[in-house]
Structures are given as structure tokens and as C-alpha cells.
């Protein structure tokens, strides 16, 4: 074994930083309960699967990945510029949105900067920050689990480089319409990078959403895990200033996002309808779960996401006894939130699963 020291070798903040805890895998539960059927309701995920037209395309693009892909994703950000009507200039893809949040953080945040986000809004911007080396401002929510806007306007300093808004908010599910948001990028400084992270934003209810967003340093990440089921691709992307891309680019790795990806983000995009529908089932699904949730008194709020939020004063053993009953949600003890569970909404028969074990495990928990 080594007697050197690698972690006096390293840099800073290494000792301060820690790998991002994934939900856990179906396969890792089987083994540890001795069962032979389990359901996954930890990560956010599409249960209905990929669009067909994506799988189509993996499928007929296979051969090609002894090649390396397109690394400017020219295709890709053609049709995504002509979604969003601008330039493909103005498009950055990344390996899943959390790439270009990373690359942002970095290319205008370093030591002695300040990145500034929700307490409890996405972990990886407090992750970024700190691996940059920069300071983390975590801004205390507002009532409700809710970014609190006005306190993150006026924690605001000559030091902030960039602000992190997750819209709506991974792992609480809430959310501000369009026009909350510009009410905060309006006091936002114009030489201030602010990135709106809407992973979840196909999953919000139109009202929300709309008007037109307006900030010279505001780039808007989406990303093809969630509502386009494509998790296992990796493949997100920002839609920015042209100028402002350009330099994080510089930041970018080289064919950081796939052959399958690329073409499977160019499939999914022509198969709006499946999406939508899927995205339709999940609504219906989440009231569902909110509804008895709120019945059990285990409701945490309202939901704009693909995920429930469930708070229990022991929800570390509602954790383990649902894992028994095969069925894996998400612990927030990481977020600060130990008497949280984050639950992905899952299939109609996955969620009547959920369902028919959790008033039983709630009743003797009060025994």
C-alpha cells in the first residue's frame, strides 16, 4: 500500500468534495434483500421507457460507434436553434444539462467568486462551486420548500459570478412562474451569469411558463433525461448568448456527447407526440400519489416535477421497509432533508405497488 499522502498532493478543495450518490441500482437491493422483483422510484427517470423513434435510431446507428461522433453536435443544435428560434451559436450540448452546468461554474467561477443557489435546490451546484474553488452561497428557502427570490436577490455581491435557479426544483419539486423568474433576473447584475436549470420543464403546467425570459447573461439548460427518457444517454443541453458559449466552450472535452446520444436526442425531438403523452400519464400519476400521500399525512406539497415529495419524522425506516418490499425511492439526507423521501412517479401498476405497502408500513410505525 502507498505511504504517500495523495490528498496533501491534491488540490484544496479535493478534501471537501465527495462523489454524487446515485439512487440505488435494482440489482445491488436484490442482493441485499434476498428478493427476486424490485421497482425503482429513486432517480427521476422515464418509466415508460425511451421514445420508439430514439430506440429506432441506437438501433440503426450501433455500427457507427467505432468512429468518434460529430464533435461540434452540429445536427443536434441545428434543430434544437431551430425549437428554441435562435442560432445554433446559441446552443451548448452537453453530457446530460449537469455538463453544462459544470462547464459554466467553471469557465466564471474560481477562487475568491461566488456561486449563489437555493439551500436546497439541485447538490450539484454546491459540488461545482466547490470544485472550482469557488465560495458557496446557499440561500435559505422561503416557506414551503420554495427559492426564496428576493433573498437571493439581495445576497447578491460584487463577487457573485454566477446564480444557479432550478425551475422547477430537483429535489423539492416546487416551483415559480415565468414571470417570479424575471421579477429576480431584473436584479440580477448584467455582467452576472445566471443559469435556469429546467430539467423538469416539459412536467410544468403551461400558465407557469408563460412569456419570454430576458437577461444578457442567462443560459437556460434543458435535458433529455427526464420527459425524453433518455437517462443512459447522457445528453442535455443550454440555450445562451452566443459570446458567453463560445468561452465555455473552451471548457468543453472533446466529443463529450455521443454517437447514440446525438442521434437518439435527433429521434427523440421528432417524436413529440409519445412524449407528451408520457408526460400527460405522469401528471395524471402524480396527483394520484399526492392525493393519498396528503391522505396519509405524509405529503411534503405540490409537486411540477416527475417525483412526490413524502416527509416523515422516520422517513430513514419507511426507507428500509419499503427496500424490503422491493421498492427503492430516494433518501434527502444528503440535501440536509433526513425526513424526506423524493418518489419517482412510475407506471400505473409501479405506483399501486408503492400504494399497497405504504399504509400499512405508516400504521405500524404509530403502534
Known amino acids: 500500500m502507498s505511504q504517500i499522502d495523495w490528498m496533501e498532493r491534491a488540490i484544496a478543495q479535493a478534501e471537501r468534495l465527495h462523489p454524487y450518490v446515485t439512487g440505488k441500482p435494482i440489482e445491488i437491493l436484490l442482493a441485499e ?99 472550482a474553488g469557488a465560495i458557496e452561497v446557499a440561500v435559505p428557502e422561503s416557506d414551503g420548500l420554495t427559492h426564496d427570490l428576493d433573498a437571493m436577490a439581495a445576497a447578491i455581491t460584487q463577487r457573485t459570478k454566477v446564480v444557479c435557479i432550478a425551475n422547477p426544483n430537483n429535489p423539492t419539486g416546487t416551483v415559480h412562474n415565468y414571470a417570479a423568474i424575471q421579477g429576480l433576473l431584473d436584479r440580477v447584475p448584467d455582467n452576472v451569469v445566471v443559469l435556469l436549470d429546467e430539467a423538469y420543464y416539459e412536467f410544468m403546467d403551461e400558465a407557469d411558463r408563460q412569456g419570454k425570459l430576458s437577461h444578457p447573461g442567462l443560459i437556460i439548460c434543458r435535458t433529455f433525461s427526464k420527459a425524453f427518457g433518455l437517462a443512459g444517454c447522457r445528453i442535455g443541453y443550454g440555450v445562451g448568448d452566443a459570446e458567453i458559449l463560445r468561452l465555455v466552450n473552451r471548457f468543453r472535452p472533446p466529443f463529450n456527447a455521443n ?53 416523515h419524522s422516520q422517513a430513514s425506516l419507511i426507507l428500509q421497509k419499503l427496500e424490503a418490499k422491493g421498492i427503492i425511492p430516494r433518501p434527502l439526507a444528503a440535501y440536509g432533508m433526513p425526513d424526506y423521501l423524493r418518489i419517482t412517479v412510475g407506471r400505473e401498476e409501479e405506483n399501486d405497488l408503492l400504494l399497497s405497502e405504504l399504509p400499512s408500513i405508516l400504521a405500524e410505525m404509530v403502534k
Not at 77 to 100: M, P, R
Open 259 to 311: 454517437v447514440l446520444a446525438q442521434k437518439a436526442a435527433l429521434a427523440a425531438l421528432d417524436d413529440d407526440a409519445w412524449v407528451m403523452d408520457k408526460v400527460a400519464k405522469n401528471n395524471i400519476e402524480r396527483s394520484r400519489l399526492e392525493v393519498i400521500l396528503e391522505d396519509l399525512g405524509v405529503l411534503a406539497g405540490p409537486s411540477f416535477g416527475n417525483f412526490v415529495l413524502l416527509q
Open 33 to 131: 434483500q434476498g428478493i427476486s422483483q424490485a421497482i425503482k422510484l429513486a432517480s427521476n427517470e422515464n418509466p415508460f421507457g425511451a421514445p420508439p423513434k430514439a430506440v429506432a435510431a441506437i438501433t440503426k446507428h450501433a455500427a457507427e460507434v467505432s468512429r468518434y461522433p460529430d464533435g461540434d453536435s452540429r445536427s443536434l443544435k441545428e434543430l434544437l436553434a431551430n425549437k428554441h428560434g435562435v442560432a445554433s451559436e446559441n446552443i451548448l450540448i452537453g453530457n446530460g444539462s449537469s455538463e453544462v452546468l459544470e462547464l459554466v461554474i467553471r469557465c466564471f467561477a474560481g477562487s475568491g467568486d461566488e456561486v449563489l443557489f437555493s439551500s436546497r435546490a439541485f447538490i450539484m451546484y454546491s459540488l461545482y462551486a466547490r470544485a
